[in-house]
């Protein structure tokens, strides 16, 4: 699977240059984000920049998206650190090395996933639980955050142990180091709104106000690393980022220990799952916005190259972040040679700038990250599930509580399985609705929900849902409980208009309500019954010994079966 070549016929130099403009801005955005991400992770601020070179180049060559930009991202730099904490030390060389083995094994598992064409189990995750999972785990990133604005040693991957653990340390916060995160919070956030307007009224153009805006991160790097040197903040006790090496990361094989591989695998999975929906999403929606498509088997592939890239150059998992394709997007980037020049920008950066953080403070490193993770909370979705889906609501609320009290896989795994549960549970009872013709059309309609004409001697039930062994029993019991309530029933017609399939306990099942239904001298009748689930009924002679008939569609069922009616049924 290679990228097509589309977008590099015809490439002119204004396209390069607003791929150049844009590369520049996701650099910009990329260095303190990259860094951000890599102490969130638990790693050094070098594998930061190691995953923001050469993954991007692989995507751009691989991935079917124009603007997507891959690199680290929150919420899996945070599963990264659950997951490596589990088998190694934090801090030591073990720790490092296993998040490298986690990159390559991820990679390969979306690479495999992409081969055998599985982009499909994009949909298995639905959009509330990964919106629950999502806005439970920027609670715990911000959280788990505080301690580096404190400057003190709290441990924690859930809420409780969190909590605890700061409340026990809050005693040894170094005040410093608390105003420089707070300042460096406030600043971030002013920087959002209200940099822009500041820049336009001294009379800056919309493009560099724009571009110097989205610079606020960059800006408060510098101001905080030259307060750091000049007020000598390592002699006052505040954690620095410390010496960073220079230059461009080394290729190598990422470890190969088949115990450590086995380990990591199942924390590889939902990485590479997580991952991969969260990429696709953003994919999407920007692709949208041109009137251009993604193709999810290949964005398995090329994020799985990613992965394996990252790896190869010392960094840990990466996938496509909302917030920096957004920027990218905004910024005019037409083609991926934009993440292309990103890459060149953070291999300059890593080149030249890296002896400049060793004054960073790492308190600014954690407010980039809490306000960078804020925009990720979406509460409003809680209330909208709440009117308009009970089962959307109670997949949420459970994804929620249980990522923030067991921790970030455990708080996934929780979501998918209540998400299936749910699924399996409505299914299991089908909305079946009797109808009747609304007058003067042959149009048939909900007798609880319309003012509809009925008939004494027939039932007509519409089946919202196909019939398999979950809810055969419960079609049963509802045509049995009805006739059984209505002595007059002589024909029962099911419309089948939304039966897509009928496996086998549900084709026995309706065989017994033929048998039962025979026996009360009642008739058992189908309509509308859709091309394959006919073949498949025909093919096990279900037709010919069916006490009704098969009708073509629900009118010519009653009309041939009614007696007379009656006046129109109203709820």
């Not at 030591?92 to 490298?100: H, N, P």
């Not at 106000?209 to 610079?215: D, E, P, Y």
């Not at 979950?470 to 049995?480: C, G, T």
Request: net charge neutral; glycine share 8%; proline share 5%.
């Amino acid at each position: 699977m290679i990228m097509p070549p589309e977008w590099l016929r015809g490439y002119r130099k204004a396209t390069f240059a607003s791929d150049l403009l844009a590369g520049s801005v996701v650099t910009i955005m990329l260095i303190p984000q990259s860094l951000a991400y890599a102490l969130l992770a638990g790693l050094p601020a070098e594998m930061g920049l190691y995953a923001s070179i050469l993954p991007l180049i692989v995507y751009a060559l691989l991935g079917s998206s124009r603007t997507l930009s891959v690199g680290p991202v929150a919420v899996v730099s945070l599963m990264t650190a659950m997951a490596v904490g589990k088998v190694a030390e934090a801090g030591s060389a073990d720790y490092a090395a296993a998040a490298i083995a986690l990159a390559a094994l991820s990679g390969i598992m979306l690479l495999v996933m992409g081969f055998l064409r599985f982009g499909f189990l994009a949909n298995f995750l639905s959009h509330p639980v990964v919106s629950g999972f999502i806005t439970a785990s920027a609670f715990i990133i911000a959280l788990g955050q505080v301690k580096h604005l404190l400057g003190v040693p709290a441990q924690g991957h859930n809420l409780p142990t969190q909590l605890s653990s700061l409340l026990m340390h809050v005693p040894d916060t170094n005040p410093i180091t608390l105003v420089t995160g707070l300042l460096a919070i406030a600043f971030l956030v002013w920087a959002r709104r209200g940099l822009q307007p500041l820049l336009r009224r001294a009379g800056l153009s919309q493009d560099v106000a724009s571009i110097l805006a989205k610079a606020g991160p960059v800006l408060l790097i510098v101001g905080t690393v030259a307060g750091s040197y000049l007020f000598h903040f390592a002699d006052r006790g505040v954690a620095l980022v410390g010496a960073v090496p220079r230059g461009m990361p080394s290729l190598a094989l990422p470890p190969l220990d088949p115990g450590l591989w086995s380990q990591l695998a199942l924390s590889a999975l939902l990485i590479a799952i997580i991952g991969f929906v969260e990429s696709v999403s953003v994919g999407k929606t920007l692709a949208a916005k041109r009137r251009q498509r993604i193709d999810p088997n290949q964005e398995l592939v090329a994020l799985g190259g990613a992965n394996v890239a990252s790896a190869f150059s010392g960094g840990f998992p990466v996938t496509g972040g909302f917030s920096r394709s957004v920027v990218n997007f905004d910024a005019g980037a037409q083609t991926p040679a934009a993440s292309i020049l990103a890459a060149a920008g953070i291999a300059l950066a890593a080149l030249f700038l890296t002896p400049l953080l060793y004054y960073l403070p790492n308190a600014t490193l954690a407010a980039t990250i809490i306000v960078a993770v804020s925009s990720l909370v979406d509460l409003d979705l809680v209330r909208r599930a709440w009117r308009y889906s009970i089962s959307d609501f109670t997949a949420i609320c459970t994804t929620i509580v249980a990522t923030l009290m067991l921790g970030i896989e455990l708080g996934v795994l929780t979501g998918i399985l209540v998400s299936v549960l749910l699924h399996l549970y409505k299914t299991t009872r089908p909305h079946i609705a009797v109808v009747g013709a609304v007058a003067g059309t042959e149009h048939y309609r909900n007798v609880e929900r319309h003012s509809v004409i009925t008939h004494p001697n027939l039932v007509s039930l519409r089946i919202d849902e196909s019939l398999y062994f979950a809810n055969a029993s419960y079609l049963e019991d509802y045509i049995y409980q009805w006739v059984a309530a209505n002595d007059s029933i002589e024909h029962v017609i099911l419309q089948c208009t939304a039966v897509n399939e009928i496996d086998m306990s549900a084709l026995e099942a309706l065989e017994a309500i033929d048998h039962r239904l025979r026996e009360q001298g009642i008739t058992l009748n189908l309509s509308e019954v859709k091309g394959p689930v006919m073949d498949a009924l025909k093919s096990v002679d279900f037709i010919q010994r069916l006490s009704g008939r098969v009708f073509l569609s629900h009118h010519q069922a009653v009309k041939a079966l009614k007696t007379d009616e009656i006046e129109p049924y109203i709820i």
